[in-house]
């Protein structure tokens, strides 16, 4: 793909064996250190970590820039070596991609809010009273059931929660050239779809006769009697992963939006695990038939979301608890890291470095005694950039050929 | 060049002094930690390293791109200051530089192997047996002696070793648009020269030929009867190393495809020492007329390729002890690094950083006490790519102007 040099390299000079690959992700890992007290990873009890450290090599990564904080897919594209700002995804596709929606390379998503309109048609509340799930589901069924759809193109919704929806225009030949209708204000009407520079694009037409069909059939809902639109993305055609990097994956994850962002680059779920224990058995079943292993833990994450500091120190300490059956399996290399960092007091993801173990072959001895944010910033592998850490891990397993003679 | 903005940056500011810039390459120099026992620079006793170490800045540099193993060519070029990545040398120019082929700018080189093919055309020996040397040269002799040039070419062959070969074409507006003729597996036949998209090319056109005749010419030999090429390449023309940063360079080097990459880049070879001392002595010599000499150890990366621990010990340790009379001519600044590392668990090159030393003025302390891959990481250097060390002697000999004002 154009701008992305590195990782052409790379696909060019993959090749490949049977050795197998773990990536273990602990969504969220880094931490900042809670005022004093050290991070979540500095506080765990974590005697498997301590011993896998011992023999592995440290680093941190940057998911996508200095100082930028990533969102869950952009952080799992860095991951899975897809440079974040070459391999963009739109809003619509994020928003499928969290509700788990299969989308083919004819579908337009786009990211849909109910909202209440007063009669001159101004809106009043963008997110329609914050409605319950359940009078979304209801609110959509009403749709699909009326709403006519445009010659040569189907239209998908999708409840994601509360007011927030996801529309699928599929069909051949469109395109994302859709004005968002949102207005992103109260006071004033929804935004045409239309509007230049989007006024010669048949899928804005497409959507703009959708949205004046939902105005007439929501008008007599008391809250959600309008729908605005925004972030209309194409669902995007990239190399898979397997052609990429000649792997065979798997990902083995209990949460729809990180299936959907292993689906984005052709990897196939294995398993939908939630819990550490699962997710080791899972990944370990998994490595019976796949060659590179995408495992995901979510708990890390939400924890620091929910700003609860002994919480994210449980979960650490759950995964290590759990770690033994996955060492069990020998993976030929064995990556621990997160997509991010959510410190407990930023109750949110982070911009800074995360934690990066990997246990291979052809290591400079290894970093321990601890995994954590200040020895894995001393360690062996340095700060990298996340779409490194793929290639880092097939030059030890034997799966990258020599660059020149 | 285009792409190399940061070269070009470095070009520009580039000015004269008589300082003198010594680069030691010792070839394959980085280790992993051969099963615990360390890297063999951490086994090797290293008196005058050590002392060394405690006056000079450490590091390393990663020769082409994380994760990425370099060919000697690519690896020597970044130490050039050339990024491997923009300054791409084709497989035909890299056999060329390994038997030391004088290339000029019209000239376009192949790798040839010799190969037998049965009476239907079809290879069954992509090595013909691994003839041995003086079979090959008889064989070229022959195909020399009947060869009919077509017009406007000067066709040249030359023994590389065993089975392996190189051709070179020489004429005004050759191009490299051939089409490899190898087909890479048995039981097929040679393909062509010129099936599309080398179709039109005047030069496809005279590779055909010559192969079409050396098939007749070859017809009545045992094994080698036939010839296939690959990896057609023009010789660059790039900025010489002496244009590029104003010095006026040497090479020291005793083995072919060293001195080639050198020629490469327009460094006139001063010496052909092999021995550390003899390559020691010979520095010393060049550095009587020129700027810059690059001296070339070999034995470090044959000792990694054969596996064999103890002698890169040894080899490390002929270094060190020839090191003493390299000092004494006290260059300005003194570069002492690999162009990869050559693990001997490996048996071969690896993707692994550098270990980098620089002594010159304006440092900011030794980093010693030792020179080892575990306190280069931890140097001020820090992890560079290769092609940024010639700009960094260069400061430190005050070869750089400041830029703006």
Redesign the interface.
């Known amino acids: 793909m154009d701008g992305d040099?590195?990782g052409n390299?790379?696909s060019s000079?993959a090749q490949e064996n049977d050795r197998r690959i773990v990536l273990l992700v602990m969504d969220g890992l880094g931490d900042c250190d809670n005022g004093g007290g050290g991070t979540a990873l500095q506080m765990a009890r974590t005697p498997n970590f301590d011993g896998l450290s011992r023999e592995s090599a440290l680093g941190q990564h940057v998911p996508v820039a200095a100082a930028v904080t990533p969102g869950s897919g952009p952080g799992h594209l860095g991951l899975f070596g897809y440079d974040p700002l070459v391999y963009r995804v739109g809003r619509g596709v994020l928003s499928a991609l969290g509700v788990e929606f299969p989308l083919t390379k004819r579908d337009v998503a786009a990211r849909l809010n109910f909202c209440t309109v007063d009669r001159a048609g101004n809106v009043t509340d963008r997110r329609a009273g914050r409605i319950s799930d359940a009078e979304n589901r209801r609110a959509l069924d009403k749709l699909r059931a009326s709403v006519r759809a445009p010659k040569g193109v189907e239209v998908l919704f999708e409840t994601e929660a509360e007011h927030r929806a996801v529309m699928v225009l599929r069909g051949e030949g469109l395109d994302d050239n859709v004005g968002d209708t949102d207005p992103q204000i109260t006071g004033a009407p929804p935004l045409s779809a239309t509007r230049p520079p989007h006024d010669r694009s048949r899928t804005a037409a497409a959507v703009a006769d959708l949205i004046a069909q939902a105005r007439a059939i929501l008008s007599d809902e008391p809250k959600a009697n309008m729908i605005v639109a925004r972030g209309f993305a194409r669902a995007p055609d990239w190399p898979t992963f397997a052609e990429r990097f000649k792997l065979d994956p798997a990902a083995v994850a209990g949460y729809p939006m990180y299936r959907g962002v292993a689906r984005l680059v052709g990897m196939p779920v294995a398993a939908q695990p939630t819990t550490a224990a699962d997710v080791c058995a899972e990944t370990v079943a998994a490595l019976r038939k796949h060659t590179f292993v995408f495992a995901h833990f979510k708990y890390t994450d939400k924890t620091g979301e929910d700003g609860d500091v002994a919480g994210k120190v449980a979960r650490i300490e759950e995964m290590d608890a759990a770690l033994p059956a996955l060492l069990a399996a020998a993976p030929d290399v064995l990556i621990v890291t997160g997509d991010h960092s959510t410190p407990p007091s930023i109750r949110g993801h982070s911009w800074h470095p995360v934690p990066l173990l990997m246990k291979a072959p052809?290591?400079?001895?290894g970093d321990g005694p601890r995994f954590e944010e200040a020895r894995c910033r001393?360690g062996?592998i340095?700060t990298?950039p996340a779409r490194?850490i793929i290639?880092?891990a097939?030059?030890h397993a034997g799966k990258?050929?020599?660059?020149?003679?």
Do not use: D, H, T
């Not at 052809?362 to 001895?365: D, I, K, N």
């Not at 990258?400 to 003679?405: I, Y």
């Open positions: 040099a590195y390299l790379i000079l052809f290591l400079r001895g001393g062996q340095g990298i490194e290639p880092l097939m030059a990258l050929q020599k660059f020149g003679a």
